[in-house]
């Protein structure tokens, strides 16, 4: 078992950065494919960032690439989410989740953190 808490969502103009954070407790972190998945209002929840084990290989989805970067630091449990370039469409909440070895599906998912953006 291991539990996710996201932080560092707030409110931002358009063209401003933030970075999320995802603390992980309970089992080893540094065996978790990590990811950040969004959910707008009135819409699916939908695939944001991914990240492997070791950090050295990460995907993004066609909107955000260029603009979010995903990271981890294995020794803190933590994987992050820095998104620059903010547009108020990037508006929702962002859950942060862990897919464990052998999986194909994330299983552990976070409460999810807001993330406003204004125009």
């Known amino acids: 078992q291991v539990q996710l808490v996201e932080s560092g969502g707030g409110l931002v103009q358009a063209g401003g950065s933030l970075r999320l954070s995802c603390a992980a407790s309970?089992?080893?972190?540094?065996?978790?494919?990590m990811g950040w998945f969004r959910q707008a209002p009135g819409k699916e929840r939908e695939f944001v960032a991914t990240?492997?084990?070791?950090?050295?290989?990460?995907a993004y989805s066609d909107s955000v690439k260029g603009r979010f970067t995903i990271s981890r630091n294995n020794t803190k449990n933590t994987v992050y989410l820095q998104m620059n370039s903010l547009k108020p469409e990037d508006t929702a909440v962002y859950y942060c989740?862990?897919?464990?070895?052998?999986?194909?599906?994330?299983?552990?998912w976070g409460q999810g953190t807001q993330v406003t953006v204004s125009s």
């Open positions: 989740a862990a897919r464990d070895t052998g999986y194909s599906t994330y299983n552990y």
């Open positions: 309970g089992r080893t972190f540094s065996s978790y494919t």
């Open positions: 990240i492997n084990w070791s950090g050295g290989s990460a």
